[in-house]
């Protein structure tokens, strides 16, 4: 039982948490805006955030771990989706320790955070 929870610690530790504190914000901020601004904003904050995560982790997990299928498939899913991340992102901005960040540049991070820290233990490969 011991070693499960060092793995499960290890794991999170070494390329989940950066994710999950980037989701962490993106949920703050879409309920921040949901009790000040209205729900439409905190939706495409959620939406675009979500969505340049999923292309991201897809699109490392496709060219690094996928087969021939994937490898050609997979940047084509990722740029549709960051296309619509994009798209929805343009609907809000996020102040981040005293910097305002658009949401495009928001979705962006996202994207390049997911596609750094995902491992082939988190893809599922």
Do not use: E, H
Not at 15 to 35: D, H, Q
Not at 96 to 112: C, E, H, K, P, T
């Amino acid at each position: 039982m011991r070693r499960f929870f060092y793995a499960v610690r290890a794991a999170l530790l070494d390329s989940f948490l950066p994710i999950l504190l980037y989701m962490f914000v993106s949920i703050v901020t879409a309920a921040s805006a949901a009790m000040n601004v209205t729900w439409a904003v905190a939706i495409y904050t959620i939406l675009g955030s979500g969505l340049s995560c999923v292309a991201g982790g897809g699109l490392k997990s496709s060219l690094w771990w996928g087969d021939k299928s994937q490898k050609i498939a997979g940047p084509i899913i990722a740029l549709v989706l960051m296309i619509l991340a994009q798209w929805l992102s343009t609907g809000f901005s996020i102040q981040l320790v005293g910097y305002d960040l658009g949401g495009n540049l928001w979705s962006v991070i996202g994207f390049a955070v997911t596609f750094v820290f995902t491992n082939k233990k988190l893809a599922g490969a």
